[in-house]
């Protein structure tokens, strides 16, 4: 074929293909053919470039402080697998707030020793700590000596959620700190799931909970069969009698303290139940005594810590537990959980999802970062928060879902619910989160100005000796001594609890000279 016959041929079949153009090396972003169309086209508009959404919590210049901190997480001690996780969040917050996190301020300073010395490098000049997370029990010091800012109208205005700072870090009617995290029950009555099945109970205590048969009628007959059916040398139950004071009392819309007044109201109906009712476990042999010790003063005293020995070790089947020990038990043995059970204040029509409202679980101690006095000079208390929020991402999340869900009046809830946790069972996992979601601050060993009720409490339960007598001989004194602390307005004593507190006042008071 000549040359000329086969440009021709070229030519018609790219005509046939539909443009000559096609035929040419294609373009590198080729474009397609716009059609002719008669409908009116619309001129293309600038879509608005969307606002981005302000940061909760706003970073600062302060001009390159150190800033001395406890109780956020030092990526140099942290697990090796977070280490590097840790050392972002350091370096990301350090840049947005130009600040020098210096962690672990209180380090080598011992559990108790911690108010003291933040007091006194306060009165050196030379305070030890900016801001951080102290115990419950540090506040009432802290407040006293003048260590700790007034935060009540910043926590308002940032709009955290009530369970990150009501009660358990609030002081007189005023908010001095606040908590990285919603301030929850973490002790319940704990059982031995191997020891209760092998002796051959019918149902566990969660069991018999779950179907509404938990009322302190209930709970005798439970501890009564056990006891017939475990191995000589195993006790029932043991428990510290104030932690059964704290735990019935709230189970019975009682208290020993209110969580809001301060008042103490341990001379109700509702509270004598609880403890009369205790009476009779450890004269029936179903709770395991205090020990009789004598004091440094020549009194007799009741030691009832070591009622709760044993139950790691198999000698205990039921017993008081913090939630920190739980991993403990789990190590060990099938441990499971159960709420307190509740006494005649309470109502109940099925289930246990039908107890009504006023059954409440307690917590009595909570974590509540505070700014040192003094501190302010380096950075205003919202900035401080902004700092921890920003540095502690997943908690920062939480909060802001929580933030939500009270708006909404929906359940503040924590970062671990509904997962397993330290649990084998599903029941144990739900009763859990239910048991923490009625969660109210009990105030009384963190804020009682006098040691006589506990020691009366101690002493009735021990020996049974007429609750009401013993409480009423002593209620006038604990009153005095609250309100003397500046912690109780007499306006909210009941008329008997200050008339009471008036006849106590005349015997410390000198009267005066005619």
């Known amino acids: 074929m000549s040359i000329k016959k086969g440009l021709v041929l070229l030519l018609i079949l790219c005509l046939a293909l539909g443009t000559f153009t096609a035929c040419s090396k294609p373009a590198d972003n080729p474009k397609p053919t716009e059609q002719p169309t008669t409908q009116p086209t619309t001129e293309p508009t600038d879509e608005p470039t969307p606002t981005p959404e302000p940061d909760p919590f706003p970073g600062a210049d302060l001009g390159g402080v150190t800033i001395r901190v406890t109780g956020m997480q030092n990526p140099e001690t942290a697990d090796e697998a977070k280490k590097e996780y840790w050392r972002e969040r350091q370096k990301e917050v350090e840049e947005k707030f130009n600040i020098k996190l210096e962690f672990d301020a209180l380090e080598g300073v011992g559990w108790n020793d911690v108010p003291s010395t933040i007091i006194a490098s306060i009165a050196a000049g030379d305070p030890i700590l900016d801001f951080g997370e102290m115990s419950r029990y540090y506040i009432a010091d802290l407040v006293t000596n003048d260590a700790i800012l007034d935060m009540t109208d910043v926590v308002a205005s940032y709009n955290l959620p009530k369970a990150y700072y009501e009660g358990g870090c609030q002081w007189a009617g005023r908010t001095v700190g606040f908590s990285r995290n919603p301030m929850l029950p973490f002790g319940i009555i704990v059982y031995n799931r191997d020891m209760i099945k092998a002796a051959g109970m019918e149902k566990t205590p969660g069991e018999m909970f779950k179907e509404g048969k938990w009322s302190l009628d209930d709970f005798y007959n439970y501890l009564a069969e056990l006891k017939t059916k475990l191995p000589e040398g195993v006790n029932v139950f043991g428990m510290h009698a104030l932690n059964w004071a704290r735990g019935a009392a709230y189970a019975n819309d009682a208290a020993m303290m209110d969580p809001d007044t301060y008042a103490p109201v341990y001379t109700s109906e509702a509270f004598y139940e609880i403890v009369e009712f205790y009476q009779k476990l450890v004269a029936d042999g179903l709770a395991v005594n205090a020990t009789e010790v004598t004091r440094d003063d020549g009194t007799i005293g009741y030691d009832w810590n070591p009622t709760q020995n044993g139950f790691v070790e198999g000698q205990l ?80 999340n939480q909060m802001l879902i929580n933030r939500e869900r009270e708006a909404k009046g929906e359940m503040v809830v924590p970062m671990d619910a509904g997962t397993p946790r330290n649990f084998t069972s599903e029941l144990d996992i739900e009763l859990w989160d239910w048991y923490r979601a009625r969660g109210r601050f009990e105030p009384t060993d963190t804020t009682a100005q006098s040691n006589v009720f506990f020691r009366a409490l101690y002493r009735v339960c021990a020996t049974n000796e007429n609750a009401r007598t013993a409480f009423e001989a002593v209620v006038g004194q604990d009153a005095y001594a609250l309100v003397e602390a500046g912690l109780v307005d007499p306006a909210n004593l009941s008329p008997e609890i200050r008339e009471q507190m008036e006849a106590y006042a005349l015997t410390v008071t000198p009267a005066p000279e005619e």
């Open 317 to 396: 089947a039921m017993t008081y537990g913090d939630d920190w020990n739980f991993a403990t038990y789990a190590a060990t043995f099938d441990f499971g959980i159960v709420p307190w059970p509740w006494g005649s204040n309470v109502t109940i029509s099925g289930d246990y999802t039908t107890l009504s409202d006023n059954y409440r679980s307690y917590y009595k101690d909570n974590g509540c970062y505070v700014v040192i006095k003094g501190a302010e000079k380096k950075a205003t208390p919202k900035q401080y928060m902004d700092i921890l929020f920003s540095y502690m991402k997943d908690e920062a």
